[in-house]
Every structure is written in C-alpha cells, then in structure tokens.
C-alpha cells in the first residue's frame, strides 16, 4: 500500500437517538446519541474526498410523508445548521463545487443524505450494493433504510463501482482483511468490503498526515467498546441487515483487528466515543 500522507478530518453530520439496549447487547434502557459520522480527505493529488455524508435537509424533506415518516419515528435526528456537513466545509474553505469524489459506504439513509449537495462529485460505491437498492419499493426500501430521493436525479451517470478498480493485497497490518480496491490506481485509497449490515458495504483504508493507517468500517460496527466488549447488535437491531452470519462474520474480524498491538485507527460511523477522542 502507498506511504502516500492524506489530510484527514473526521465529521459529526448531526445524529440520532435509539435505547442503547436495543442497538446493544447489554446496553442501557436510555437514550443514547449515535452520530453520523463523515471522513474527510484532502488528497495532494485527487483533491476533495469524502466517505459518506451524513444526514441533511434532504433527509428531513424525504421522511415528511408517510411511510417514510417512520424512519424519523423510528430514529429520531437532530441537526443543527453549524453541522450541516456544506457549511462545515465551507468555514474551512472548501465549497461544494471543489468536492471531487464522495465515496459511499452503503445506501443507508444517514450515509447518502447530503449527496445532492455535491453538483462535481464523482460517486464510488460497490455495485453489488446499489444494486441491491435500485430497484427497490418505496416500502421495501424503507424497511431496508433506503431513501431514493436522497440521490441526484442523474446519480447513475456519475456512478464508478469499486469493484471495477484493481485489487490489492491489504497491509499485514489490516489481517484478517486482505484483499482491498485500489480505487484510484496508485494504491492511496483502499475500499474493503464489509458485507452483513449490508449486501455490499464497503470501509475505506488510507494513511494520515502522520502516517498511521486508518480504517474507516461504517457501520461493520457500530462503536469501539462494541468490539471491545464483544457486544453485537441485538436481534432486533440486526432485522434491518441484509445477512446476520455475514454480518457476524465481519464483526469478529473486525473484533481480531482490534485486538492487535498495532492495529489501524478504526472508525465505525456512529461511535460516540471516536468523535469525543478525535474531536479534542
């Protein structure tokens, strides 16, 4: 893999609210924050990058009318305009325009929300998970967390799938992974397929300023203690995935890389405890 440094900074795009105890095994009754969580990569040579975009005015527009609606029941979002992923951009000088590429993880709503902001950006996703959502119903996709008005009407056009980049072997570092997509050619950027939560999820490997690896798993996880203390989500939480054994299989990689004396900085999109730690 490429020794190539990225600037890196990493998002909270607004977040919802769910009992603990029903995303946890053994977690509390209450409340808990899950933020939604975006990578920002400034590339020397490809310029603007993101990994997911969080939620936006869009997704508030998409779940008014019933049966979206739900969605917003279900997981109530708070987002405040200073988190609104454009204007955060736009306090560090970057304009919606300047983004070059958004990278999607999955087609979860809280993923691609701000995707229409971004009129420049070429998509990169794995085909076999926008496959997996295209065709959907309005029902189906809903119960799947899928919202098709969350996406440019001309998405497709702008759409690269990962899987047509070259494959690379991963870094002992990222064992048990160990094949990744090159998805810029020159091994800077690397896509990891992360199936379970969904058909074709997909995490990003790439080097920071300082060097160190990062991986960031979407929602393989949805936080560190949950690796820690090998607490998975419940069965309730998990009647949303595309494939439990899948997902459980992920999880325990996921599980083994943590575990190791020099693991990658893993990320997981809605760990409360990442963003406090990066966030300082």
Not at 166 to 179: G, M, Q, S, V
Request: aromatic share 10%; net charge positive; glycine share 6%.
């Amino acid at each position: 893999m490429s020794q190539c440094p990225i600037n890196f900074r990493l998002l909270r795009v607004g977040y919802c609210s769910h009992p603990e105890c029903v995303v946890k095994r053994g977690g509390r009754w209450s409340n808990a924050q899950f933020p939604a969580l975006c990578g920002l990569l400034e590339h020397p040579k490809h310029g603007i990058i993101l990994f997911d975009t969080g939620y936006s005015h869009h997704f508030l527009d998409a779940t008014k009318s019933f049966p979206e609606r739900l969605y917003r029941w279900t997981t109530p979002i708070e987002l405040q305009h200073e988190e609104i992923l454009i204007n955060q951009l736009g306090r560090i000088g970057i304009r919606p325009k300047d983004v070059r590429y958004v990278l999607i993880s999955h087609f979860h709503g809280d993923h691609i929300a701000g995707s229409k902001d971004f009129p420049n950006a070429q998509f990169i996703a794995t085909k076999v998970d926008y496959d997996s959502v295209r065709n959907m119903s309005r029902f189906g996709g809903l119960r799947k967390g899928f919202l098709s008005d969350l996406l440019p009407e001309n998405f497709e056009t702008r759409l690269t799938y990962a899987e047509a980049s070259k494959t690379l072997a991963l870094p002992d570092e990222l064992r048990p992974f160990n094949i990744g997509f090159d998805l810029f050619g020159d091994s800077s950027v690397l896509a990891v397929s992360l199936p379970g939560h969904t058909r074709g999820q997909m995490g990003i490997v790439f080097r920071n300023a300082q060097g160190r690896l990062v991986f960031m798993v979407a929602d393989a996880c949805w936080s560190k203690d949950a690796l820690t203390l090998n607490q998975p989500p419940t069965w309730l939480a998990s009647s949303i995935f595309d494939n439990r054994k899948c997902y459980q299989k992920t999880f325990t990689q996921l599980r083994t890389l943590a575990s190791m004396a020099e693991a990658p900085l893993l990320i997981p999109s809605h760990c409360e405890q990442t963003w406090e730690e990066m966030s300082k």
